[in-house]
């Protein structure tokens, strides 16, 4: 039988399909199998280029199997999805997958360390208790609607109104008082485990120089830096800036035919989180810009063009391009030169 030069995997959570093709494209082997036998199977076969779909756990296989010299590739899903030639079975899958990991054209998802799935694990647990409580703010805010009682929007703002005027409204039922001290306690709690989690992030920054090159950069923050360098490290995958601001979602969406182009809103497409905090970046430096912003020329003067979502939109694209140049050439951020007028 012919060594397999291509496997695709098609990952599972207790049984796994493999498909190995030789170099001609032929079908070598088509097996299933328990996943406590895949590495060991993998480990008897001579190096070759193996692809998976990026999905839950795809990173630690993806690492297990490189360390046994085989050429491992991750591959975003949409992007597999038009080579399954028929029913979606997990054996078609992994056919799919092995056809589409040698296409010339294909685009690859960067195989994360343990330590970048740690931290970007603290930023998705930060997101979660940060969604969870606006969720417990809202529910808050409807028992007080239900009794006749408005309370202004936001955290800060809630804490200051319970604190100050909430003991001077009209005595509600002590059920409802007690309700309202539990749900208080809830929010109290999740704001500590936030603290917490903000502290684990502010020491990664800290500790690593590419986050720390990140932040000299006027509209990318904490946040931002830390999750684009586990998420991207050195952001060597990439070709250039324009590339990864595309991966980031942060170009137009087009539709376009018989030459005419038709230029959409943003594609969204990529990492939803940091395209996210790019945008409250820049955001933040289009509201508070001054004359002493490096950016300040050029952002009045989209202004005057375009609207305001839109010149936001375009700053987060130049952030993206900015930070990509520092990852990847592993240089410290130039301040730009306001010209001064006479």
């Known amino acids: 039988m012919a060594n397999a030069t291509v496997i695709g995997i098609d990952l599972a959570k207790s049984v796994i399909q493999l498909h190995g093709s030789d170099a001609s494209g032929r079908c070598v082997f088509a097996k299933k199998m328990q996943r406590k036998k895949v590495l060991p199977f993998l480990a008897k076969q001579p190096p070759c280029v193996v692809g998976m779909e990026a999905c839950g756990g795809s990173h630690y296989w993806a690492r297990e199997i490189k360390s046994l010299g085989h050429d491992v590739k991750l591959m975003p899903p949409q992007y597999v999805k038009p080579y399954?030639?028929?029913?979606?079975?997990?054996?078609?899958?992994?056919?799919?997958?092995?056809?589409?990991?040698?296409?010339?054209?294909?685009?690859?998802?960067?195989?994360?360390?343990?330590?970048?799935?740690?931290?970007?694990?603290?930023?998705?647990?930060?997101?979660?208790?940060?969604?969870?409580?606006?969720?417990?703010?809202?529910?808050?805010?409807?028992?007080f609607s239900e009794f006749g009682i408005t309370i202004p929007a936001g955290a800060k703002k809630l804490h200051v109104w319970l604190r100050d005027e909430y003991p001077e409204q009209e005595k509600l039922p002590v059920l409802v008082d007690r309700?309202?001290?539990?749900i208080y306690k809830k929010i109290d709690l999740i704001e500590q485990e936030v603290k917490d989690l903000d502290r684990e992030i502010d020491l990664y920054n800290k500790e690593d120089k590419r986050c720390k090159r990140l932040l000299e950069?006027?509209?990318i923050g904490r946040l931002a830096a830390s999750a684009m360098v586990a998420s991207v490290g050195s952001a060597k995958e990439f070709r250039s800036g324009r590339q990864f601001a595309a991966w980031l979602g942060l170009v137009p969406n087009q539709h376009s035919s018989g030459g005419k182009q038709n230029l959409l809103g943003i594609s969204k497409r990529g990492d939803v989180y940091i395209r996210r905090m790019l945008i409250h970046g820049a955001r933040a430096v289009v509201r508070h810009r001054t004359e002493n912003n490096a950016q300040y020329l050029w952002i009045e003067s989209l202004m005057t063009r375009r609207p305001t979502n839109v010149v936001v939109v375009a700053l987060a694209n130049k952030l993206a391009r900015i930070a990509w140049a520092l990852l990847n050439k592993e240089e410290k951020y130039r301040k730009e030169v306001i010209p001064k007028v006479a």
Do not use: W, Y
């Open 179 to 182: 309700q309202i001290q539990r």
């Open 217 to 219: 950069v006027p509209g």
């Open 84 to 143: 399954v030639k028929t029913h979606k079975t997990d054996a078609a899958d992994a056919e799919a997958i092995c056809e589409a990991v040698i296409r010339p054209n294909m685009r690859f998802v960067p195989i994360k360390s343990v330590e970048q799935q740690a931290v970007l694990l603290v930023h998705r647990e930060r997101d979660g208790l940060m969604k969870e409580r606006t969720s417990i703010i809202n529910r808050l805010r409807a028992v």
